[in-house]
């Protein structure tokens, strides 16, 4: 009786939605069944999808005369398909109207489903499927043919390298679904879907490594996205502002990479990985802050190498963060510091300047910044010739107009090429931003200004949380055995295992005995040059 009453409520429902509605979103629909009138299942896609020009309604009757309707959006379905398989449809024998018949023998289509409301049907028409509904039937049926045009698969402009693949993901979810695939051939590899957006209704995919990752940190990612109740998610951007732990920190807490090879990497290691429809940045979740030094090609290259080029860019970071304060503090405060003679040849140089040094170097600073921003907006022919010629003609004229001085041009000039060596953008983002307050507490008090800003940021990330795990892991908390991969990179034989403050299931990469076999058999076959010639002659 119970269920009775509930089927003649939603009945009543959607006869009141045909009636009263002229569009609404899917969560309405949620829960309406599917009419077995077919009459009213057009009337109400009619009134909803009132002046929608792509939104499609195609009527026609099978063999038996049953009338049946396909429904789909021109543009994101593969018209060749959606031919075949009305053809398909039309030429039913009687008797064969059931929606399950159809479904398991009569349509040649490789990805099919069965919906009973109107809320799972419409995400799939309005995602590229085509919807079939048949007269007194209760169930649809969604056809996976789509067909939308997207961008071929090229290399990533922002994480270029000259070793490893070429390849980057594209803002079809499905294309770069399966670039990860074939970097991860395995079952283990799993892939749960979302759809997240009450406008947009967008896909999200979240993956990770069955047995490997951490199963109470896909949990929690997986429970913060489905929480998240925004009108549209357009970007991978949105996913990332609502699930952070700490919105107002200035370091970002997940890292985004449009190279499968690094994402394939993240999973390994046991992170989890959130494919957004619509976009090629794919988001990493829990990250550290030593990731965000890190580049896919460290891993291609001879340890040595990655370690060197690694090193090189911790120091550049730090000259990136304090070269500016440092110099304003030295200047306004600590002129003791300096040689006699590079203090006279700085007091000259700066001796027309009617500013401070803390105004100057917000001036160089904001200038550089702008030009920065003007050289990426710009069309990329006329953005590279803004970005470097504006930076040496506006120093050269501020020097000869004695707005600045001549060492500070130098200063900002190395910070700026010192900022393009970290890899990731959102993390030179976070550096350029607190640089700013840096400058102003070196200004103030000197290096100790300085000092105590630097040990407050210390601190801040000490504290701060990236899904549980702490930010400086495995420096902060310390961890010996994970310290192989974070200034330095060992070499892979020593690598065994997997970072043990993700909490992974699994924590051995290889098989025990192989990081030193090679080289306790002396090389191949455990030979030293005695090689003896074939019958031959040949060595």
């Known amino acids: 009786m119970v269920g009775d009453e509930m089927k003649f409520k939603k009945k009543d429902k959607m006869k009141e939605l045909i009636e009263t509605m002229n569009a609404c979103s899917l969560i309405e629909l949620e829960g309406i069944p599917i009419s077995p009138q077919l009459e009213e299942n057009i009337d109400l896609l009619k009134k909803m999808f009132a002046d929608c020009s792509d939104f499609v309604i195609r009527e026609f009757r099978q063999k038996n005369s049953v009338r049946a309707i396909a429904v789909f959006v021109d543009g994101l379905i593969d018209t060749k398909e959606v031919n075949s398989a009305l053809k398909s449809l039309m030429v039913l024998e009687d008797g064969d109207d059931d929606i399950k018949v159809i479904e398991e023998s009569l349509l040649p289509v490789s990805q099919m489903g069965r919906v009973d409301d109107y809320k799972k049907l419409l995400q799939a028409v309005l995602s590229g499927d085509t ?47 399966s670039m990860l695939r074939r970097k991860l051939r395995t079952p283990r590899l799993k892939m749960k879907s979302l759809v997240v957006g009450r406008e947009t209704n967008t896909n999200l995919v979240v993956a990770f490594l069955d047995g490997i990752a951490d199963p109470e940190i896909v949990q929690e990612v997986t429970g913060r996205i489905s929480k998240i109740n925004l009108d549209a998610v357009l970007e991978s951007g949105y996913i990332e502002e609502m699930i952070q732990d700490n919105t107002y920190s200035p370091f970002p807490q997940l890292m985004y990479s449009e190279r499968p090879d690094t994402v394939a990497g993240a999973l390994l290691e046991g992170r989890v990985a959130i494919f957004v429809d619509g976009t090629p940045m794919v988001l990493i979740a829990p990250v550290t802050f030593w990731m965000m030094m890190q580049a896919s090609e ?102 000869q107009a004695g707005i600045v001085s001549a060492p500070m041009v130098i200063v900002v000039s190395l910070t700026g090429i010192a900022s393009f060596t970290i890899p990731h953008f959102n993390a030179s983002i976070s550096l350029r931003m607190l640089r700013f307050p840096i400058m102003i507490a070196a200004s103030i008090l000197g290096i100790y200004g300085m000092l105590v800003l630097l040990l407050l940021i210390l601190g801040h ?79």
């Not at 049926?141 to 993901?169: C, D, M, Q």
């Not at 902060?476 to 892979?492: C, E, N, Q, T, Y």
């Open 131 to 177: 919807g079939i509904l048949v007269e007194g039937n209760t169930e649809a049926l969604t056809l996976g043919i789509r067909g939308a045009e997207k961008r071929s698969v090229n290399e990533p402009e922002g994480e270029a390298v000259v070793r490893g693949p070429r390849e980057g993901f594209i803002e079809n979810i499905r294309t770069n679904t």
């Open 298 to 399: 460290d891993y291609y290259e001879r340890f040595q190498m990655a370690t060197l080029v690694r090193l090189l860019r911790y120091v550049f970071l730090i000259i990136s963060l304090i070269t500016p304060a440092l110099y304003v503090a030295i200047t306004t405060h600590h002129q003791q510091m300096l040689p006699t003679t590079l203090l006279l040849s700085i007091a000259a140089a700066r001796e027309s300047i009617p500013f401070p040094a803390i105004v100057e170097a917000f001036i160089m600073e904001i200038s550089f910044e702008a030009l920065r921003e003007a050289g990426i907006r710009l069309p990329k022919t006329v953005g590279q010739a803004v970005s470097i010629l504006g930076a040496l003609v506006v120093g050269q004229a501020a020097v």
């Open 461 to 539: 990330m000490a504290n701060l949380r990236s899904f549980g795990v702490p930010y400086l892991s495995p420096l902060g908390p310390i961890s010996i055995g994970d310290l192989k991969d974070v200034l330095m990179r060992a070499p892979w034989s020593m690598m065994e295992k997997r970072p043990s403050f993700l909490g992974v299931q699994n924590a051995r990469r290889m098989n025990d005995g192989y990081a030193n076999s090679i080289q306790q058999r002396g090389g191949q076959s455990g030979m030293t040059g005695n090689r003896q010639p074939n019958e031959e002659g040949q060595s």
